[in-house]
């Protein structure tokens, strides 16, 4: 079918409220590795983001990658394990973590970033001391997994203020200069808090929150934070969903404007997102 002038003109003029939103607002965007699925896919999600940013919208992109490092472990002969959705994280796996995740993962999407004509420089928790953690407690051990303590936005601040796409990969450091391995959701919500974001939009590769994780049918397009204890205690939220749902509660809780869950595989479900008023996912307020 072809489109008409009048209807692409339509379709671009519809974009201009959205557009007038954010402009200058920041919007951080957590990419998830299993929404990472191939070259092509990864080049749309890059385009829409070097389009957004080039309409005025401060674009930060923080980046996952758990199903690249769990390819690296196995290569080395090592397992993947996984409790409440974090991984279990020796000392050798916090190696291979920073490899992949900083070097691998980080490297590719800024490379596809330049691809697409923007400007993007890649970044990852220890650069400018940005992210400081502690080990994280719990009932079970994890070892290098961190629990952030602070977060210093300088460098992404001054890579915004200099035109570029921060690109963040989530490794940081303890006091004694020590690597940990950090959910990337959790980095994301922090980061989006600590840079006052106006949303904070993870994508990973599933609709949204669903009831059953098993069937889209049963999609959940809004989320009173209120009611995130009574769905967890109903067992609907878990695996990777859980720091998920974490994450969207806690950005919200601590000001950022929107939090979303949306649909990485859907070519361009970012710019339906933030440029029009068709909610793609399920949105947390
Ligand atoms: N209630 C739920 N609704 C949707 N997805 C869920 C739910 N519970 C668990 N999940 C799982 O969470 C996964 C997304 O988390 P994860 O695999 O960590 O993605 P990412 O790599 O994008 O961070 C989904 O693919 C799904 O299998
Ligand atoms: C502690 C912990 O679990 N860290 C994650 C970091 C990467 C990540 O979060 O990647 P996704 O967004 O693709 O899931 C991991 O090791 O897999």
Known sequence: ???????????????????????????????????????????????????????????????????????????????????????????????????????????????????????????????????????????????????????????????????????IATVGTDENGEVYNINADTAASRIASELGAENVILMTDIRGLLKDKDDESTFIPHVNVSDVPYLKRQGIISGGMIPKIDCCVEAVRRGVKKAVIIDGRIPHSILIEILSDEGVGTMFA
């Open 1 to 167: 079918m072809k489109i008409s002038n009048t209807d692409k003109a339509q379709v671009l003029i519809q974009a201009l409220p959205y557009i007038q939103k954010y402009y200058d607002k920041i919007v951080v965007i957590k990419y998830g590795g299993n929404a990472m699925v191939d070259e092509d896919l990864k080049q749309a999600v890059m385009s829409d983001l070097v389009l957004l940013s080039l309409v005025g919208i401060k674009v930060v992109l923080v980046h996952g990658g758990g199903p690249d490092i769990s390819e690296m472990l196995a290569r080395v002969g090592k397992e993947s394990r996984f409790i409440g959705g974090l991984r279990y994280t020796d000392k050798e796996t916090a190696e291979i973590v920073q490899m992949v995740l900083a070097g691998k993962v980080n490297k590719n999407l800024v490379a596809h970033i330049e691809q697409s004509k923007g400007r993007a420089v890649g970044l990852c928790g220890i650069d400018g001391g940005m992210i400081k953690v502690k080990k994280l407690e719990g009932e079970v051990d994890l070892g290098y997994v961190g629990e952030i303590t602070s977060v210093d936005a300088t460098a992404i601040r001054d890579a915004l203020a200099d035109g570029y796409i921060p690109v």
